[in-house]
C-alpha cells in the first residue's frame, strides 16, 4: 500500500512539472507571438520625419524673427521651391527635416544662426488611384495612413456588380519593379482576411474588375 502511495506521489509531480514546463513553453510563444506582433506594426508605421516631400505639397517655411522669409508655399511641378536669399532649392524627395538642415545652410551665409523650420501642410502629393467597379473612380489624396478598405469607402463603395473577391492593389517598387497584391472585399469584412487590407503607399493603383 505504501509502495503505491509512493507510485502515485511520484507520478503525481512528474505530471505537475511537465505541467509547468507546457505552461511556461505556451507563456513563452504567446509572449514572442505578441512581440511579433508588435514587430509586425511597427514596421508598417512609418515616422512622420521620413515623410517625403512631393510635388503640389504646401510647405509652412518659418525663419525665426525674419518674417520676410517666412512664408507658405507650394512645391512646384519640378520638384522645386523658392526663398529669398536662398533661391532655388530641391524639395521633392527629400524628408522636411533634410530640407529645413538645406535652407538652414544656405541662410548661414546671409543670417546668424538662423533658426528654420519646415512643415507640410498640406500632403497633396501622396495620392493614390482606384479605377473599375466603384461609385466615384479617380485619384485621392492621402491624408493620412489609409487602407484598401478606407480607399474603398472614399470611393463611394463597390458598384452592384464589381467582382468583389478579384480586387487587388497595383504598386511599382523603387527598383521600377511592380507588384500585384489580391484583396478579397468579403473576406476582409467577415474578418477571415485582415492581413489583406494592406496600408497603402502613394501611387498605389487599386483594381476593381
Not at 90 to 104: N, V
Request: proline letters at 6%; aromatic letters at 6%; a neutral charge.
Amino acid at each position: 500500500m505504501k509502495r503505491h502511495f509512493f507510485h502515485v506521489v511520484v507520478a503525481s509531480a512528474i505530471g505537475s512539472a511537465v505541467c509547468l514546463q507546457l505552461c511556461a513553453q505556451t507563456a513563452k510563444a504567446g509572449i514572442d507571438n505578441d512581440a511579433a506582433a508588435a514587430s509586425a506594426t511597427v514596421k508598417v508605421q512609418r515616422p512622420l520625419n521620413e515623410y517625403l516631400i512631393g510635388p503640389d505639397d504646401i510647405l509652412a517655411i518659418n525663419v525665426w524673427k525674419e518674417p520676410e522669409i517666412s512664408r507658405t508655399l507650394p512645391v512646384r511641378p519640378d520638384g522645386n521651391i523658392s526663398l529669398p536669399l536662398v533661391g532655388d532649392l530641391r524639395a521633392s524627395g527629400r524628408t522636411p527635416m533634410q530640407l529645413q538642415k538645406e535652407i538652414k545652410d544656405q541662410l548661414v551665409e546671409y543670417l546668424s544662426n538662423p533658426e528654420v523650420t519646415v512643415l507640410v501642410q498640406e500632403a497633396k502629393s501622396h495620392k493614390f488611384n482606384i479605377i473599375g467597379e466603384v461609385e466615384k473612380p479617380g485619384s485621392y489624396v492621402m491624408g493620412g495612413p489609409m487602407t484598401v478598405l478606407d480607399a474603398i469607402a472614399m470611393a463611394g463603395g463597390l458598384r452592384e456588380f464589381a467582382r468583389s473577391t478579384k480586387i487587388y492593389v497595383l504598386r511599382t517598387n523603387a527598383d521600377g519593379s511592380r507588384v500585384r497584391l489580391p484583396f478579397n472585399y468579403k473576406e476582409v469584412l467577415k474578418g477571415s482576411n485582415l492581413r489583406a487590407d494592406v496600408q497603402l503607399q502613394p501611387h498605389d493603383t487599386i483594381v476593381v474588375p
